[in-house]
């Protein structure tokens, strides 16, 4: 059965390195044509796309946030991590990861709750 | 980009509802999908690869376009189905979402 979960700190000072995990099951990230892409939604606002990573390892980011962004992968685990640096309260959110795959259904995760605040 | 209209639709049960959503170049309608959102839940994806519904969506649900022009489309309002709506577009990189229409009750 296809599952995704992401899991990541409940709550991130300002300034600090946020970092969010996303676990999968159920198909692999290496088949061809397979992608993994990060999602947030701040409280009472609208879904804003953050980055790609692709069964290729290639990796694409929101302009906005390019250059404090990074996601990476863990063959071996079957996780791809995301990691935002200098961590703003602005940055307050829900964090999903879903799958793109083709032209099958999408799937999402449930969603990892972090809020930045001192 | 994908930009939605209306912001807000005020419905009553049983009425149409109809939900744009225009990119601002053409793109491919295969990667086009809508999703539901409640509040405090995961967006719930209703239609795929440009108008086939996802598993368990009522046929009341209905989503066309192409170009630059997509629609979805509620035939007859349910109490349940008052709720944030949203557009996207997963060709990518990136995987663009519209803004969101938020249906409410009239």
């Known amino acids: 059965q296809v599952s995704l979960r992401e899991s990541g700190p409940a709550l991130v000072k300002p300034t600090q390195t946020l970092t969010v995990t996303c676990s999968f099951s159920g198909f692999s990230l290496s088949t061809s044509g397979m992608a993994l892409i990060w999602i947030r939604q701040p409280p009472g606002k609208a879904l804003e796309w953050l980055a790609r990573?692709?069964?290729?390892?290639?990796?694409y980011y929101s302009k906005s946030l390019q250059t404090r962004l990074t996601v990476s992968k863990d063959t071996s685990s079957d996780q791809i991590l995301l990691t935002l640096t200098d961590a703003d309260p602005v940055d307050t959110g829900t964090y999903y990861c879903?799958?793109?795959?083709?032209?099958?259904?999408?799937?999402w995760g449930q969603g990892t709750l972090v809020t930045v605040a001192s | 980009v994908l930009t939605q209209s209306p912001g807000t639709l005020s419905l009553s049960p049983g009425e149409r509802a109809t939900l744009s959503c225009r990119a601002s170049q053409t793109i491919d309608s295969v990667y086009f999908a809508w999703y539901q959102q409640k509040p405090g839940h995961t967006p719930r994806l209703l239609t795929y690869?440009?108008?086939t519904r996802a598993t368990g969506v009522p046929d009341r649900f209905s989503a066309s376009g192409s170009g630059t022009d997509f629609a979805l489309t509620i035939s007859r309002l349910e109490p349940e189905d008052f709720a944030v709506y949203y557009c996207q577009h997963y060709a990518g990189p990136p995987e663009t979402f519209g803004q969101g229409t938020r249906v409410e009750m009239k």
């Open positions: 990573i692709d069964w290729r390892d290639n990796k």
């Open positions: 879903a799958r793109i795959y083709g032209r099958a259904p999408i799937l």
């Open positions: 690869a440009a108008s």
